[in-house]
């Protein structure tokens, strides 16, 4: 069987495959297992939950609520919030674990939950694999006094904003910043965030309904951003997703500025300001090689992941970085959060504009994008991939013509037959002429 838990919690269809039993009983196993490892060490434990404002997490945050409280653990329920703020509250309430039911960028329909273990950190992958064992099993349940109280977190929002505001390195006066906040999560706390830093703000997709999220706003969707952006006259604009763990920009003449030139531009003023650690970047193996340049001219070193924001954290913890993120524009600031903040990433980003005077514009074209191409190779053995001669022959070839001035990048889907083929260059014509000879050579050897 597959496994239940995925990159980041258990997610799919509300009501069909994200059932309000499942999430009573991941959160009944999640207690369990807590308590086995000794992570509640003999006390009343107590957990912060969260949900996005889908109109399925009405009722799976109550069936994770009437799990937790169920299992003895005192709930304290903040209600709508983003990913980032319910782990922050985890930590900030001295919590014992989180929940947040949220399925990010993804459709209205779909939904998920995932877990965070004291701290505010993600649950290890052995911990999630001992919850998925333990679902429905046989299990002492507590009576009388020993069941959970669930009580609400009434002043959520306003710790988070103040967390936010606490961490900024420069205040927004001056700057019209529109935020983006895809019906989601963020939509009262990212433009009350912006503005209390002293932005003038323009709000869209800040009018959640429950059935609208991520529903052509946020950053999956830029256009209404780019289009308001120009209209307004804005300095910049911020696109959040559904539970805002990510974020994109658009600068003022509305061009696309994405997480690879917002890490770039946040490294060199964290470098600036002697909080680099390392003087290094974490970012995935699709970050775009210009950016690896352009930091490595500035005396950056970018350490480079499997695709994740998981195996990014995993990168930033292990070294001691406080950097990382993702393409996509999920950041990751280890020194004032423990999971990627699109709110904050924004904040960040328009500190630095107002900091040093300089367009977004300006400040992203430290930079060049590399042409990239990337193919999708469909019903093939992927298990075949890296074993194969003639695949890897054909690579290093395609690495010899484009020497230093490109890349290739062959990698297997997690979850489809599917092999990946990404090859950069300088020139396009050329990355693309390389990506296609590749694809003939990866199904011409691994054809299922």
């Not at 988070?160 to 706390?189: F, I, K, M, Q, T």
């Not at 959640?208 to 780019?226: A, E, M």
């Not at 500025?257 to 995935?284: H, N």
């Amino acid at each position: 069987m597959a496994r239940l838990f995925g990159t980041d919690g258990v997610r799919g269809v509300a009501n069909k495959d994200i059932t309000a039993e499942l999430a009573l009983d991941l959160s009944v196993a999640a207690a369990h297992v807590l308590a086995e490892v000794g992570a509640f060490n003999g006390h009343r434990p107590v957990a912060v939950v969260g949900r996005d404002p889908r109109a399925s997490g009405e009722f799976l945050a109550a069936a994770t609520t009437a799990g937790l409280a169920s299992a003895g653990v005192d709930v304290r329920d903040a209600g709508v919030l983003p990913t980032p703020a319910i782990a922050y509250l985890v930590a900030e309430q001295d919590a014992d674990l989180g929940a947040m039911l949220s399925a990010s960028h993804n459709p209205m329909p779909d939904n998920g939950i995932k877990f965070f273990a004291r701290g505010g950190h993600k649950l290890a992958d052995d911990l999630e694999d001992r919850i998925e064992e333990r679902l429905r099993a046989d299990r002492e349940r507590p009576t009388g006094g020993a069941v959970g109280r669930i009580t609400p977190l009434v002043d959520g929002a306003d710790r988070y904003v103040a967390h936010l505001l606490s961490v900024l390195p420069h205040r927004l006066d001056g700057l019209h910043v529109v935020v983006d906040a895809a019906h989601g999560a963020a939509s009262e706390v990212a433009p009350r965030a912006f503005r209390e830093a002293g932005a003038r703000v323009t709000l869209i997709g800040g009018e959640p309904d429950g059935l609208n999220i991520n529903d052509g706003y946020g950053s999956t969707h830029l256009d209404h951003l780019k289009q308001t952006v120009v209209e307004v006259g804005a300095d910049l604009g911020i696109a959040l997703d559904g539970d805002a763990d990510r974020c994109l920009a658009v600068d003022a003449a509305g061009r696309e500025v994405d997480g690879d030139q917002i890490m770039a531009i946040l490294a060199l003023a964290m470098k600036e300001q002697g909080v680099l650690r390392g003087d290094t970047l974490v970012a995935t193996v699709m970050s775009n090689l210009g950016m690896i340049q352009a930091l490595g001219s500035a005396g950056i070193k970018v350490l480079q992941t499997a695709v994740g924001d998981r195996y990014v954290l995993e990168g930033m913890k292990d070294g001691g970085y406080s950097l990382g993120g993702e393409q996509s524009g999920h950041v990751v600031m280890l020194d004032h959060g423990t999971t990627g903040d699109g709110t904050l990433t924004g904040l960040m980003l328009a500190s630095r504009v107002a900091a040093t005077g300089r367009t977004l514009t300006d400040l992203a074209a430290i930079m060049t994008h590399f042409p990239q191409v990337l193919v999708n190779v469909k019903d093939v053995d992927k298990s075949a991939l890296e074993a194969n001669a003639a695949v890897a022959d054909a690579v290093r070839a395609a690495e010899g013509e484009l020497g230093e001035s490109g890349r290739v990048l062959l990698r297997k889907s997690g979850t489809e037959p599917v092999v990946r083929v990404m090859v950069e260059a300088a020139d396009g014509e050329q990355a693309r002429a390389l990506a296609d000879r590749l694809v003939g050579v990866v199904k011409a050897e691994l054809s299922l």
